[in-house]
């Protein structure tokens, strides 16, 4: 009933937003007698464990595709449908980024201000990740299987002793890795507005952003 409620509050946020305007207000405001299960994040200690986790993966991608979501914060989708030529170049600074973007049918973003560059950081350059993409063409994580990916991120969560609930309470997913991305850079950067640039929310004074942001000790 939750996933469907919220499912539905998104659709009907889409349709009243001032670009978009279908419609004025939101239905879904009734008082809910569930609670949305909160999205935990992981702590430094638990970024480090699977940090070192990946340094010598069964397969490529699981390195790739955890530091990536461990450093900038992108979501899953955003991650696994990156092509080779996604990855480019600043013209000025000639430092490399990912351009999250929907091309074609085989990419599509959550929303429009999903769509935005943002620099490869340079712990995951140092780690030889220009190095891994020289090589490649069309989608680089093509090997991936959707199906498969939750079960590998639980038995790697395992593996690094990471539980699968934070301090609070909160459930563990890889979609953790956006909620402490954008915990630990909002605790350390003081304008949100380049925070939600970086991580494709919409501008507007906490909100989103804020359900994202945690307590950390």
């Known amino acids: 009933m ?6 539905l509050k998104s659709v009907f946020a889409f349709a ?8 004025e207000k939101n239905p879904c405001t009734i008082k809910r007698d569930f609670k949305a299960a909160t999205r935990g994040y992981f702590d ?21 595709v955890t530091l990536i979501a461990m ?8 991650i696994c449908q990156l092509r080779r030529e996604d990855i480019q170049l600043d013209s000025r600074t000639q430092k490399p ?40 063409e069309g989608k680089i994580f093509e090997e991936i299987e959707a199906r498969a990916f939750t079960g590998w991120f639980s038995r790697f969560m395992t593996n690094c ?18 909620h402490s991305f954008i915990t630990k850079v909002r605790n350390a950067y003081p304008n ?16 989103t952003t804020d359900q994202y942001t945690h307590r950390i000790k």
């Open 2 to 7: 939750g996933a469907i409620y919220k499912w």
């Open 16 to 23: 009243c937003d001032e670009e978009i305007g279908y419609i």
């Open 161 to 178: 002793n990471v539980a699968g609930n934070d301090e609070y309470g909160n459930v563990r997913s890889f979609h953790s890795f956006r």
């Open 97 to 136: 980024f990912f351009f999250v973007r929907s091309l074609g049918t085989e990419q599509n973003v959550k929303t429009a201000n999903s769509v935005r560059k943002i620099p490869i950081h340079r712990n995951v350059l140092s780690l030889g990740f220009m190095d891994w993409i020289n090589d490649k």
């Open 192 to 207: 949100l507005h380049h925070v939600q640039e970086v991580v494709g929310h919409k501008f507007q004074q906490g909100k």
């Open 44 to 64: 430094d200690d638990e970024l480090r464990l699977m940090q070192e986790g990946v340094t010598n993966p069964e397969k490529s991608w699981h390195k790739w």
């Open 71 to 78: 450093y900038h914060g992108m979501r899953r989708g955003e």
